[in-house]
């Protein structure tokens, strides 16, 4: 009995390998399955550590995109404003320019008027200076004939008081 014995134990110890070695093996291939389910856990982790970096990091670049933006759109308000403003100006200056405009078109007008007079007076200031020129000399001539006149009145009224005179002594002295 003790070889059988010793067989029944050769037997039972070769089971037991057997059965320790597919345990063993079921084992390994756990251990394997867990390690590589382990890895794939930590290369998930990491990716997803990594992509709540990025989160973080696109998140923050949002949040500094976000605020440019804003700023961006208070210039862009402030710039349509002076812009307005500016056009607002430029049209007023414009309508000021265009009234100036007018006014000195108007005053253009009114100084090729008064030129156009002062040329029509010079013309007839020479006109009447050539005429009162003319009718001084004819001024002159007349008051000489008239002297001249006078003087041959004078002359004849002499005469005849002269020859009345004579007639007057003929006929007192035939009397």
Same mark, same amino acid.
């Given at each position: 009995?003790? +070889?059988?014995?010793?067989?029944? &134990?050769?037997?039972?110890?070769?089971?037991?390998?057997? +059965?320790?070695?597919?345990?063993?093996?079921?084992?390994?291939?756990?251990?394997? %399955?867990?390690?590589? $389910?382990?890895?794939?856990?930590?290369?998930?982790?990491?990716?997803?550590?990594?992509?709540? /970096?990025?989160?973080?990091?696109?998140?923050? @670049?949002?949040?500094? &995109?976000?605020?440019?933006?804003?700023?961006?759109?208070?210039?862009?308000?402030?710039?349509?404003?002076? %812009?307005?403003?500016?056009?607002?100006?430029?049209? /007023?200056?414009? @309508?000021?320019?265009?009234?100036?405009?007018?006014?000195?078109?108007?005053?253009?007008?009114?100084?090729? $008027?008064?030129?156009?007079?002062?040329?029509?007076?010079?013309?007839?200031?020479?006109?009447?200076? @050539?005429?009162?020129?003319?009718?001084?000399?004819? &001024?002159?001539? &007349?008051?000489?004939?008239?002297?001249?006149?006078? %003087?041959?009145?004078?002359?004849?009224?002499?005469?005849?008081?002269?020859?009345?005179?004579?007639?007057?002594?003929?006929?007192?002295?035939?009397?």
């Amino acid at each position: 009995m003790s +070889v059988e014995n010793g067989d029944r &134990l050769q037997q039972i110890q070769t089971e037991l390998a057997a +059965v320790l070695e597919d345990r063993m093996a079921e084992l390994d291939a756990a251990l394997k %399955a867990s390690e590589a $389910t382990t890895r794939r856990i930590i290369t998930i982790e990491t990716e997803l550590a990594r992509h709540r /970096a990025e989160k973080a990091h696109y998140e923050q @670049d949002m949040a500094s &995109l976000e605020s440019t933006l804003t700023t961006s759109s208070e210039q862009i308000e402030s710039l349509r404003a002076r %812009a307005k403003a500016a056009t607002t100006g430029r049209s /007023a200056h414009s @309508d000021e320019a265009l009234a100036l405009e007018a006014e000195i078109q108007a005053i253009d007008a009114e100084t090729e $008027t008064l030129r156009e007079r002062i040329t029509t007076l010079q013309t007839e200031a020479r006109t009447l200076r @050539d005429e009162n020129t003319t009718l001084k000399r004819q &001024l002159r001539t &007349l008051e000489d004939n008239v002297a001249q006149m006078q %003087a041959a009145k004078a002359e004849l009224r002499s005469s005849l008081s002269a020859m009345t005179a004579k007639a007057h002594a003929v006929t007192l002295s035939n009397d």
